[in-house]
């Protein structure tokens, strides 16, 4: 299983986190830099051993790997350091997780639907009103909420959920394109001008 974390730092970094079951299967789940606690903390609720959580990003990570010993999944916890290309962790994700306090727009799990991973964030994260919870991965409603995450985290375990989320994720792609970003920008623009 791997789930994939991302560092809000100046880049899209990620942290990664690698699950490998007994049978091979894999399940990866992401996250953003200010969730890093809220992440392995969710981790270790999910008492897992399979979960292998890779960091990727900037930050100083002495403070979450404390925490990650603390919590006796420090085995379970590995930071990649800055990563320039993120399409292989993307690739090698199962779902991304970022439990945010505030992102008006989160680029990174746009970027993760559109490259089929489910995500689970939050109702503070601008991005997520694109995403129908249950059918894209899901939204909670706190943050701080350790036990939903970790929930969260546990039934996207299941290969066969997160294999019909991957599917709807992947059908945003379209939504999810600059083209058709710029296409609806300027049909406000439009009708602004025809209105005026």
Same mark, same amino acid.
């Given at each position: 299983?791997?789930?994939?974390? *991302?560092?809000?730092?100046?880049?899209?970094?990620?942290?990664?986190?690698?699950?490998?079951? +007994?049978?091979?299967?894999? %399940?990866?789940?992401?996250?953003?830099? *200010?969730?890093? #606690?809220?992440?392995?903390?969710?981790?270790?609720?999910?008492?897992?051993?399979?979960?292998?959580?890779?960091?990727?990003?900037?930050?100083?990570?002495?403070?979450?790997?404390?925490? +990650?010993?603390?919590?006796?999944?420090?085995?379970?916890?590995?930071?990649?350091?800055?990563?320039?290309?993120?399409?292989?962790?993307?690739?090698?994700?199962?779902?991304?997780?970022? !439990?945010?306090?505030?992102?008006?727009?989160?680029?990174?799990? %746009?970027?993760?639907?559109?490259?089929?991973? !489910?995500?689970?964030?939050?109702?503070?994260?601008?991005?997520?009103?694109?995403?129908?919870?249950?059918?894209?991965?899901?939204? %909670?409603?706190?943050?701080?909420?350790?036990?939903?995450?970790?929930?969260?985290?546990?039934?996207?375990?299941?290969?066969?959920?997160?294999?019909?989320?991957?599917?709807?994720? %992947?059908?945003?792609?379209?939504?999810?394109?600059?083209? *058709?970003?710029?296409?609806?920008? #300027?049909?406000?623009?439009?009708?602004? #001008?025809?209105? *005026?």
């Amino acid at each position: 299983m791997k789930v994939f974390l *991302t560092g809000g730092t100046g880049f899209v970094g990620s942290h990664v986190a690698r699950a490998y079951a +007994a049978a091979g299967a894999e %399940l990866r789940l992401l996250t953003r830099a *200010t969730s890093k #606690l809220a992440a392995i903390e969710g981790l270790a609720a999910v008492g897992d051993p399979r979960l292998l959580l890779l960091v990727a990003g900037k930050d100083d990570p002495r403070r979450y790997e404390r925490l +990650a010993a603390d919590l006796n999944v420090a085995g379970q916890v590995r930071f990649l350091g800055p990563v320039s290309d993120m399409r292989p962790l993307y690739a090698a994700a199962d779902f991304f997780v970022l !439990p945010t306090r505030h992102d008006p727009c989160s680029l990174v799990v %746009l970027e993760s639907l559109a490259m089929g991973l !489910p995500v689970i964030s939050t109702v503070f994260n601008g991005a997520c009103e694109i995403m129908e919870s249950g059918r894209h991965g899901e939204v %909670l409603a706190d943050p701080a909420d350790i036990p939903a995450l970790s929930a969260a985290m546990r039934w996207l375990l299941d290969g066969p959920t997160r294999a019909q989320m991957r599917e709807a994720c %992947l059908a945003l792609r379209g939504k999810l394109s600059f083209d *058709t970003h710029v296409d609806r920008l #300027l049909g406000i623009y439009a009708a602004r #001008l025809s209105a *005026t």
